[in-house]
């Protein structure tokens, strides 16, 4: 059982930048890690993946060349750097691991969750 606990979030001025990190308490190298976020009144949504061995990345198309997903194993620690943040994209963000055989956007395909962090974005 893999325990995940998110920080780095805060409030921030539209377009600026956080740094997101998500702490395991064993090993990822099996998973697949993702973050997802949910803003209040809103289902949680998908937002960026990255593989068990990091060779692979998927974002959702709104967050592209903005966001960047990446992963220490060594340190069994996964990484989302948010750049020129919108208001919009308040919201908890959350990470999650998944045993499955291939990435997914799907929330169904996560087991492990951590509890998310507060990303506010103020205009």
């Known amino acids: 059982q893999v325990q995940l606990q998110e920080s780095g979030g805060g409030l921030v001025q539209a377009g600026g930048s956080l740094s997101l990190s998500c702490a395991a308490s064993?090993?990822?190298?099996?998973?697949?890690m993702g973050w997802f976020r949910q803003a209040p009144g809103e289902e949680r949504e998908f937002v960026a993946a990255?593989?068990?061995?990091?060779?692979?990345?998927d974002y959702v198309d709104s967050v592209k060349g903005r966001f960047t997903v990446s992963r220490d194993n060594a340190k069994s620690t996964v990484y989302l750097q948010l750049n020129s943040l919108k208001p919009e994209e308040t919201a908890v963000y959350y990470c999650?691991?998944?045993?499955?055989?291939?990435?997914?956007?799907?929330?169904?395909?996560?087991?492990?969750w951590g509890r998310g962090t507060q990303v506010t974005g103020s205009s």
């Open positions: 999650a691991a998944s045993s499955w055989a291939q990435m997914s956007r799907f929330t169904s395909s996560y087991e492990h």
């Open positions: 064993g090993t990822l190298n099996r998973y697949h």
């Open positions: 990255i593989s068990r061995n990091a060779v692979t990345t």
